[in-house]
C-alpha cells in the first residue's frame, strides 16, 4: 500500500561508480520530484517531471540524470560519483493545484567512499 | 523571488511546554502554505495545510493559521510530547506551478 517507495533504500559506494535510485508511486500523480537533503537537513529540489515532461532542472551538476518512463516512475541516475554526493535523496509526487501537497518517500541513503 | 523563512532550530522544550515555530514567505501570488515533519529516518509527512487567507490548519494538535497581513504561517502546539521531536518544516506552494519552496527545517527535541 506504499504510495511512493524507493529503492534501494541504503546504496554504499566508491568515488568513480555509477548507480541508479528508483521511485514509484502508485497515487495517481502527474507530477513527480528528485530532492536532495543534505547533513544540516536542507532540502533541495533537483528535478520535476509533469507527465513524463522535465519541468524543473534546477542547478545539478550533468552527472545526474532523471528518468521518467511513464508518469508513476522517477528514476535518477548518477555517473561518475562524488564524495560530495553523499546524501539522502528524497523522491516525491503530488497532483496539480496549488492546494495539494507533496508525497514523500522514505528517502535513499547514498553513501560514496 | 519566492522564499520561505523559518527560525533555526534546534529547540528544545520539556514535555508540556508550549511550541511556537515561526514561519515567514515572500510570494509573488497567492500561495498554499504547509507544515511537514520529518521523523529520524523517515521522509517527510504533511502535518498540516492551509490553502487560504485566515485558514487555519490543524493535526494531532498542531495548528498554524495563514496570515496574509504579516506573510506568516507559525506552527504551534499546546503541550508537546517527547514523541513530538522531530524536524519540522514549512513550505509553499504557488499557483499554476509545480514547484514547492521549502523553509530550513527546525529540529525540535522534547526531553522527558
Known amino acids: 500500500d506504499t504510495a511512493v517507495s524507493q529503492t534501494p533504500k541504503y546504496l554504499v559506494t566508491q568515488m568513480g561508480n555509477d548507480k541508479s535510485i528508483k521511485c514509484e508511486q502508485n497515487?495517481?500523480?502527474?507530477?513527480m520530484y528528485w530532492y536532495k537533503q543534505d547533513s544540516k537537513k536542507f532540502l533541495k529540489i533537483m528535478f520535476s517531471y509533469n507527465n513524463k515532461e522535465l519541468i524543473i532542472n534546477e542547478t545539478v551538476p550533468n552527472r545526474f540524470s532523471p528518468k521518467s518512463p511513464d508518469k508513476a516512475h522517477l528514476n535518477l541516475h548518477i555517473n561518475s560519483l562524488e564524495l560530495g554526493d553523499s546524501a539522502v535523496y528524497f523522491c516525491a509526487s503530488s497532483r496539480a493545484g496549488t492546494q495539494n501537497e507533496q508525497f514523500f518517500g522514505p528517502g535513499t541513503r547514498l553513501t560514496v567512499l | 523571488g519566492d522564499s520561505v523563512t523559518q527560525m533555526e532550530g534546534p529547540v528544545t522544550l520539556s514535555e508540556e511546554a508550549f511550541l511556537t515555530i515561526n514561519c515567514t514567505y515572500t510570494?509573488?501570488?497567492?500561495?498554499?502554505l504547509f507544515w511537514y515533519v520529518q521523523y529520524p529516518g523517515e521522509g517527510l509527512q504533511l502535518l498540516l495545510k492551509?490553502?487560504?487567507?485566515?485558514d487555519k490548519g490543524s493535526n494531532k494538535g498542531f495548528e498554524a493559521t495563514y496570515r496574509k497581513e504579516t506573510t506568516s504561517f507559525h506552527l504551534e502546539k499546546g503541550s508537546v510530547q517527547v514523541s513530538d521531536s522531530a524536524v519540522y518544516f514549512c513550505a509553499l506552494r504557488l499557483g499554476n506551478f509545480n514547484k514547492f519552496y521549502f523553509g530550513s527545517g527546525t529540529k525540535l527535541n522534547v526531553k522527558p
Open positions: 510570494a509573488t501570488g497567492y500561495p498554499s
Open positions: 492551509a490553502t487560504k487567507a485566515d
Open positions: 497515487l495517481g500523480h502527474d507530477t
